[in-house]
């Protein structure tokens, strides 16, 4: 990780919700989900903040390496209906090692839609992938029972 970014830094992200990010077509395979209103979902709104912190970790990560979410606390104070723009404000509050914890806030063009935090964890890859390995392979001899109640 480059030390490129220091607290204080702050980064603007904008995106335009189409009805695809709506609340239905979250799981969609869910009734009660595909029964709801068509606002901007929860869980996209998730994403796009840990998005809009990936996009400002870009110029730090260096070759092999990428970042995971590891925390989130936000709120989801308000809808959005597809076609308004969300405009992400990512602050770092805090560089601790590979940790680094933002102040996220989201707005439409009425309302303050969501605020809180955010960390992510810089990771290299490879070593990533030997964890996972090791995950796949515990999980490989569970018993087959165990397996579908998972």
């Known amino acids: 990780m480059r030390p490129l970014l220091r607290p204080g830094d702050r980064h603007v992200f904008s995106y335009q919700v189409p009805r695809e990010k709506t609340v239905p077509f979250l799981y969609g395979e869910s009734p009660d989900f595909r029964a709801m209103p068509e606002v901007f979902a929860t869980g996209f709104m998730v994403g ?3 998005w ?4 400002h970790l870009r110029v730090c990560v260096e070759p092999g390496e990428g970042s995971l979410g590891i925390a989130i606390d936000v709120t989801h104070a308000a ?4 076609g308004m723009t969300v405009t992400v404000t990512a602050v770092i509050e805090a560089i601790d090692g590979r940790r680094v914890t933002w102040r996220v806030e989201a707005r439409d063009e009425v309302d303050l839609i ?3 935090r955010h960390q992510r964890m810089i990771v290299t890859w490879d ?3 030997k964890k996972l390995d090791g995950k796949r392979a515990a999980w490989a001899v569970r018993p087959p029972r165990e ?3 998972s």
């Open 48 to 50: 796009l903040l840990e």
């Open 52 to 55: 809009a912190c990936l996009d």
């Open 79 to 82: 809808p959005t209906v597809p």
């Open 114 to 116: 969501s605020e809180g």
């Open 127 to 129: 070593r990533f992938a």
């Open 147 to 149: 397996k579908q109640d």
